[in-house]
């Protein structure tokens, strides 16, 4: 579902315990910076001490969602694991195929970048990457 206002974005993110279980607790909001604008911040904790930041810019002033700008940042404790944004790197040529968007991995987390064909402005993100949180949660219960 592509919302279609931001009452529809909230319900999605108000709701994201209901439809993925491995979510502990939830501190997401929207914060209303207009009728069909807002900023969404907060956490998703999951288990293994794994958390998932999340800060967007939302506009639904055309009528469907557009991500302004994000930040998401995937933690164990007090060590960051990856984490996307929305800032551009033109001069990158291996981030070309979805640009602007890209992950940051280790090693040498704040240079190594690589692309992110699932982050979209125009569809919400967070279903992926609570997926992506999901499966790492299952190699961190492999033997």
Partial sequence: MIPEAIADYEFLIY???????????????IIRTGP??????GDLTFPHN????IAELVDFD??????LQYGYVVWQGDKRLYWYD?????????????HPHH???????????????????TKPNLPFLIEEVVELLHAEESP
């Fill in 15 to 29: 709701n994201l315990r209901d439809t993925f279980p491995s979510i502990l607790s939830s501190t997401l909001r």
């Fill in 86 to 98: 929305s800032q551009a790197h033109p001069n990158n040529p291996a981030l070309a195929p979805t």
């Fill in 62 to 67: 055309t009528g469907i969602l557009e991500i």
């Fill in 36 to 41: 069909a604008s807002g900023r969404v911040v």
């Fill in 103 to 121: 992950k940051h991995i280790h090693p040498d987390i704040k240079h190594n970048r690589v692309p992110a064909p699932k982050l979209s402005f």
């Fill in 50 to 53: 794994i958390h998932l930041d």
